[in-house]
T-cell receptor, first 117, second 114 residues
Framework: AQSVTQLDSQVPVFEEAPVELRCNYSSSVSVYLFWYVQYPNQGLQLLLKYLSGSTLVKGINGFEAEFNKSQTSFHLRKPSVHISDTAEYFC???????????????FGSGTRLLVRP | GAGVSQSPSNKVTEKGKDVELRCDPISGHTALYWYRQSLGQGLEFLIY????????KSGLPSDRFSAERTGGSVSTLTIQRTQQEDSAVYLC????????????FGQGTRLTVV
């Protein structure tokens, strides 16, 4: 079974500083990886995804993530954060085809990014 | 529709009552998910429907929880004999097919059991 670990429950950072939100997964098969963002009082929206190909994935709002198969990680980064980036960030994993398995999407516990002026 | 629609947006119920939560997925999406988000917690997987395949119910926390999907579209999550620990935001999501490339989420139903 797949699982996702987000070790940091909250990450405080000053505006314009760089940030990295950590995500590690466990799976015995190939996976797809995702980052979702939930702004205050809003629904979840997709930030970026890794399906195949280049291990460096760029998403919306200047975020990027790097898939590292040997370390089973998919950390999210942004070189300079804004106040508006304050939100909850969720890492998620799904089994990649052609595995004969449920393709359910499993989420981590989330990391609250708090950007301070 | 344009997005995933969930109703009601808020529900307050008395302990012991049954509740039904509704999800209208994006038209044409064959996969549908239910998650539960409790205060300060992540997204807990509940159940997953994919086309005509048997649903993956491995996340349902107890036999008080059940879900169905009629005609491959609308889904209803039912919680029987609600308990206070059932209080949470219940999120529904849909995606285009079995190979999850992006799941689209509804705004959720906030359930409060008093």
């Amino acid at each position: 079974a797949q699982s996702v670990t987000q070790l940091d429950s909250q990450v405080p950072v000053f505006e314009e500083a760089p940030v990295e939100l950590r995500c590690n997964y466990s799976s015995s098969v190939s996976v797809y990886l995702f980052w979702y963002v939930q702004y205050p009082n809003q629904g979840l929206q997709l930030l970026l995804k890794y399906l195949s190909g280049s291990t460096l994935v760029k998403g919306i709002n200047g975020f990027e993530a790097e898939f590292n198969k040997s370390q089973t990680s998919f950390h999210l980064r942004k070189p300079s954060v804004h106040i508006s980036d304050t939100a909850e960030y969720f890492c998620a994993v799904s089994v990649a085809p052609p595995m004969d398995s449920s393709y359910k999407l499993i989420f981590g516990s989330g990391t609250r990014l708090l950007v301070r002026p | 529709g344009a997005g995933v629609s969930q109703s009601p947006s808020n529900k307050v119920t008395e302990k012991g009552k049954d509740v039904e939560l509704r999800c209208d997925p994006i038209s044409g999406h064959t996969a549908l998910y239910w998650y539960r988000q409790s205060l300060g917690q992540g997204l807990e997987f509940l159940i997953y429907f994919q086309g005509n395949s048997a649903p993956d119910k491995s996340g349902l926390p107890s036999d008080r929880f059940s879900a169905e999907r009629t005609g491959g579209s609308v889904s209803t999550l039912t919680i029987q004999r609600t308990q206070q620990e059932d209080s949470a935001v219940y999120l529904c999501a849909s995606s285009r097919g079995g190979r999850v490339t992006e799941a689209f989420f509804g705004q959720g139903t906030r359930l409060t059991v008093v």
